[in-house]
């Protein structure tokens, strides 16, 4: 049996404002209200509230036969609830389907796994406890920010009894001429690993619309047939795991409505759920299905699902970049040990691997993607925001413990 492993990320950053060195210590949040706004509330619109209702109905017409996982972040959900209720309201709607899986990870969408080993256990808990308090259930599987993932973080999950399987990249220097579509174990056999299968994933987040593409338009048929032509490693009989991950926003903002991404999604689950050979499934049920010895994997070094190196070089492969990522640690830790909640929060709010992401200075099919979602002029700018932003909290800091107050800003 083929299991179809559809998990959408769900993710918007705290956008900075265009500072200057005139805004330092000047005021009370680096981060662009009205620009984080007007995002959520579009991609609410596009995305979130259409893409919502269609799963909500496919669920029940199918009667359970469909499933989906999600994992969605702390500042997602932060933002959700106080500018976009109803698509937060329809979330919470699919969670309680019992056909939809929410996946556990860093809070703040992070790249504290590469850096801070501590204040990532402390993301994750932040998360589960968040998952929990929203939608009343506790994740049972997990993914890093981006699909990062190396050996360390099976060890670092230990500390987690709820985490069974984790969710990463195939990336093809790991697999080598192994098959994504098997289920296998961590290096230390601790943890259950799916791993995307990229080239079917990217058909439909990244290819789906470019009429330059020699499959194109792609159709629920022509997808199932691709599927079905997949060279079926070894044992037929083994419970094999296609995994679709994207970002959720593939579903009418970066391929818009009117680019047939939804009757797209709405054909290809009534194509699966008809096929004798092919169903869907989640991350948790992975484990149980699991008909043979999962082999280990050992990774190292990062792997992730971003730019074709499916490495860590989208967010560190230049000095500013190191240097922004760095400094911003340095001054978390600073943060932690003067005590300042609010103040804590906004630097977190700056370990979102989005602001280094904007800081990347690749050319070509790379280049072009990160151009797409940062919302600045130049990497450059984008780097200077967010020193402002660094300096502004050490400002405020400083300012709070000389007038002898705590938590003034």
Same mark, same amino acid.
């Given at each position: ?144 920010? =981006?699909? #990062?993932?190396?050996?360390?973080? /099976?060890?670092?999950? $230990?500390?987690? !009894?709820? @985490?069974?399987?984790?969710? +990463? ?58 599927? =079905?032509? #997949?060279?079926?490693?070894?044992? /037929?009989?083994?419970? $094999?795991?296609? !995994?679709? @991950?994207?970002?959720?926003? +593939? ?60 490495? #860590? ?97």
């Amino acid at each position: 049996m083929l299991n179809i492993v559809f998990y959408f990320q769900v993710h918007q950053p705290f956008r900075l404002r265009k500072l200057s060195v005139f805004d330092v210590g000047n005021i009370d949040t680096p981060f662009d209200r009205e620009l984080n706004r007007s995002i959520i509330k579009k991609v609410a619109k596009n995305c979130y509230i259409p893409a919502n209702k269609l799963l909500l109905e496919l669920i029940n017409r199918y009667k359970g036969q469909f499933k989906v996982a999600f994992s969605i972040t702390g500042t997602a959900i932060e933002q959700l609830k106080h500018e976009c209720p109803y698509a937060m309201a329809l979330f919470r709607e699919l969670a309680e389907t019992g056909c939809v899986e929410l996946i556990g990870e860093t809070y703040y969408h992070s790249l504290s796994s590469l850096y801070d080993r501590d204040e990532f256990i402390e993301q994750v808990k932040m998360h589960s406890k968040l998952i929990q308090k929203e939608f009343g259930v506790t994740p049972a599987a997990f993914r890093n920010t =981006e699909l #990062i993932y190396e050996n360390s973080i /099976t060890d670092i999950l $230990l500390k987690f !009894n709820n @985490f069974q399987t984790i969710l +990463t990249e195939g990336a093809d220097r790991v697999l080598g001429t192994r098959s994504p579509l098997h289920l296998y174990r961590t290096y230390n056999g601790k943890h259950y690993l799916l791993l995307k299968h990229y080239s079917f994933s990217d058909d439909i987040a990244f290819r789906f619309s470019d009429r330059g593409w020699a499959r194109y338009p792609l159709t629920a048929d022509k997808f199932i047939s691709q599927v =079905e032509s #997949i060279p079926i490693p070894e044992d /037929t009989e083994k419970s $094999l795991y296609l !995994n679709l @991950f994207m970002d959720y926003e +593939t579903f009418g903002e970066h391929q818009r409505k009117e680019t047939g991404i939804f009757n797209f999604l709405e054909c290809l689950v009534e194509k699966v759920v008809m096929h004798e050979f092919i169903s869907f499934a989640i991350p948790s049920e992975a484990p149980g299905g699991c008909c043979y010895p999962a082999e280990r994997l050992y990774i190292y070094p990062s792997i992730s699902w971003a730019d074709t190196g499916r490495d #860590i070089s989208a967010w560190l492969s230049n000095d500013i970049q190191k240097n922004a990522v760095e400094t911003l640690f340095e001054l978390l830790n600073y943060i932690k040990h003067k005590g300042d909640d609010v103040l804590l929060d906004q630097v977190r709010k700056l370990t979102t691997s989005d602001h280094y992401y904007y800081m990347s200075t690749k050319y070509f099919q790379d280049g072009d993607i990160h151009k797409y979602f940062s919302p600045y002029e130049s990497p450059e700018n984008a780097y200077h925001y967010f020193l402002f932003a660094v300096v502004d909290i050490y400002e405020k800091l400083n300012m709070s413990k000389a007038d002898g107050v705590n938590n003034a800003f």
